[in-house]
């Protein structure tokens, strides 16, 4: 005679037989499940990576939208193999979320999940307003444009704190200062962040045209001499006159690289141009 465990069990099996769904009661693993090639799957175009004339954040950038759209959309999978009762595929896509879980996700630059170029200042936010003057305390606290002053974690804090703003309410109309400030940090305290610099730079023109900051100036002055990319920096030169005309001795300078790097004749030094005042205001 069969126990009732048995019969529980074989009458599971003889009501499933015959359904297009898969067995609800199949275990969790993921014996016999077909697999494929994770870097050239059968019947999908992928395009190749262009190394050629990338840089550095590039491709970090890119290494992590595709993780995040990778693990997003396998969790998808998931969810729809689970809402429509194909239990084995769900199990599958269970089993690679654990995998995937596995995987060490390094960051490999620093401060390199820069947010995208899409985001817009709309909103007026009291809070963010609070975390942008908090950010800015903390540049002071931390020495800035008082080198004898610096104070490396309080820079740090100060980073962070732009980022929460940033992170927490991208709407906000202070989103371009706190990328700006970012930009000014990398660029001024962190050696060898010129990159992710000129990165934060470009977002706070991408994000806010009309920015008080010279932003473009200040990609400019590093794609110039310190990254030697001679043709971004004529560009954003060039747009200098056109959209920061409020600090007139970065115009000069900007008016006078311009001549020199089109002419191809480079002075025997180039400095790069003093600052003024933290919002760069018009100057006399």
């Known amino acids: 005679m069969w126990g009732k465990s048995a019969a529980v069990t074989a009458v599971a099996v003889l009501g499933l037989t015959g359904c297009?769904?898969?067995?609800?009661?199949?275990?969790?693993?993921?014996?016999d499940a077909p697999t494929v090639r994770i870097d050239r799957p059968g019947g999908v175009d992928v395009?190749?990576?262009?190394?050629?004339?990338?840089?550095?954040?590039?491709?970090?950038?890119?290494?992590?939208?595709?993780?995040?759209?990778?693990?997003?959309?396998l969790t998808a999978l998931?969810?729809?193999y689970r809402d429509h009762g194909y239990e084995s595929k769900r199990?599958?896509?269970?089993?690679?979320?654990?995998?995937?879980g596995r995987i060490k996700p390094y960051r490999y630059i620093l401060s390199g999940e820069i947010p995208s170029d899409r985001l817009a200042p709309r909103d007026s936010i009291a809070e963010a307003d609070a975390l942008l003057e908090r950010g800015r305390a903390l540049m002071t606290e931390g020495g800035h444009e008082l080198p004898i002053l610096y104070r490396k974690n309080k820079m740090r804090q100060a980073l962070a704190t732009f980022r929460e703003l940033i992170e927490t309410y991208p709407s906000s109309d202070k989103i371009d200062d706190a990328a700006y400030f970012c930009g000014e940090i990398h660029k001024e305290y962190f050696s060898g962040d010129d990159l992710i610099a000129v990165r934060w730079f470009e977002r706070a023109f991408?994000?806010?045209?009309?920015?008080?900051?010279?932003?473009?100036?200040?990609a400019a002055a590093v794609y110039d001499l310190r990254l030697h990319d001679r043709d971004r920096a004529l560009e954003l030169y060039r747009q200098v006159l056109d959209h920061e005309t409020f600090n007139k001795s970065n115009v000069s300078f900007a008016v006078r690289?311009?001549?020199?790097?089109?002419?191809?004749?480079?002075?025997?030094e180039v400095r790069e141009p003093v600052k003024s005042a933290a919002f760069d205001g018009d100057d006399e």
């Open 20 to 31: 297009n769904t898969d067995p609800m009661w199949e275990p969790e693993q993921s014996v």
């Open 206 to 218: 991408t994000w806010n045209p009309e920015t008080t900051h010279p932003a473009r100036f200040r």
């Open 78 to 80: 998931r969810d729809y």
């Open 91 to 100: 199990v599958w896509a269970v089993n690679e979320l654990k995998d995937v």
């Open 257 to 268: 690289r311009i001549e020199q790097l089109t002419s191809e004749l480079e002075p025997t």
């Open 47 to 73: 395009p190749d990576i262009q190394i050629a004339g990338a840089r550095e954040v590039d491709l970090v950038e890119s290494v992590l939208e595709y993780r995040a759209l990778y693990h997003r959309s």
